[in-house]
Nanobody
Framework: QVQLVESGGGLVQAGGSLRLSCAAS????????MGWFRQAPGKEREFVAA????????YYVDSVKGRFTISRDNAKNTVYLQMNSLKPEDTAVYYC????????????????WGQGTQVTVSS
């Protein structure tokens, strides 16, 4: 069982930065690939970024490439999403997720989900 708790969301102006954190419970954190998804009002949940177990491979949706960076610290059981050059269209609730199978963009392959953290980007 893995429990995930996101933090770091908030209100920021366009062009600003935020760093989201996702703290995981349990001793098997390094066995899980981690992903970030987001859901804007009235829209479906979409994939944002993912990182493999050891952190050696990452994957991003095209709309955030060059602006967002996913990383993890297995010693701290934490995954991060550094978000730079934020745009109003990045406004959403951001969720982290954990899964043992590497199918980064497929939400159904993630076994555990956090409760989400709100990110609002004003224009």
């Amino acid at each position: 069982q893995v429990q995930l708790v996101e933090s770091g969301g908030g209100l920021v102006q366009a062009g600003g930065s935020l760093r989201l954190s996702c703290a995981a419970s349990g001793r098997s954190f390094s066995n899980y690939a981690m992903g970030w998804f987001r859901q804007a009002p009235g829209k479906e949940r979409e994939f944002v970024a993912a990182i493999k177990w050891s952190g050696g491979s990452t994957y991003y949706v095209d709309s955030v490439k060059g602006r967002f960076t996913i990383s993890r610290d297995n010693a701290k059981n934490t995954v991060y999403l550094q978000m730079n050059s934020l745009k109003p269209e990045d406004t959403a609730v951001y969720y982290c997720a954990a899964g043992r199978i590497w199918v980064p963009m497929t939400a159904s392959e993630y076994e555990y989900w956090g409760q989400g953290t709100q990110v609002t980007v004003s224009s």
